[in-house]
Nanobody, 123 residues
């Protein structure tokens, strides 16, 4: 499975960005796609995840109410709409893919990772 993430960039605090990630290759009929982020000097942390049907989602505490994850199953694409961005949201955002279909928050559950896209929020 290959993952291609896009949509990062520079935005002012309070602004919005939308990240996209497309999965290709030998994906399964049931899967989970998620987003993690890693700020300089910090561990990679869970942001959001969604299952293949879109029926189940999960969010990290720091982004609840501001970020929304969605997906297009037919296109095996996941989106992360990020609103009310804060400087502390600055990080490299990684797309992840899990073949089990379980909506998990631990990075060890994910089998494949994208290259990351940088989001910078200025104050």
């Amino acid at each position: 499975v290959q993952l291609q993430a896009s949509g990062g960039g520079l935005v002012q605090a309070g602004g919005s960005l939308r990240l996209s990630c497309v999965a290709s290759g030998r994906t399964s009929s049931s899967y989970t796609m998620g987003w993690f982020r890693q700020a300089p000097g910090k561990e990679r942390e869970f942001v959001a995840a969604i299952n293949w049907s879109g029926s189940r989602t999960a969010y990290g505490e720091s982004v609840k109410g501001r970020f929304t994850i969605s997906s297009t199953n037919a296109k095996k694409t996941v989106y992360l709409q990020m609103n009310s961005l804060k400087p502390e949201d600055t990080a490299v955002y990684y797309c992840a893919f899990d073949l089990s279909g379980i909506v998990g928050t631990r990075l060890q559950m994910y089998d494949y990772w994208g290259q990351g896209t940088l989001v910078t929020v200025s104050s």
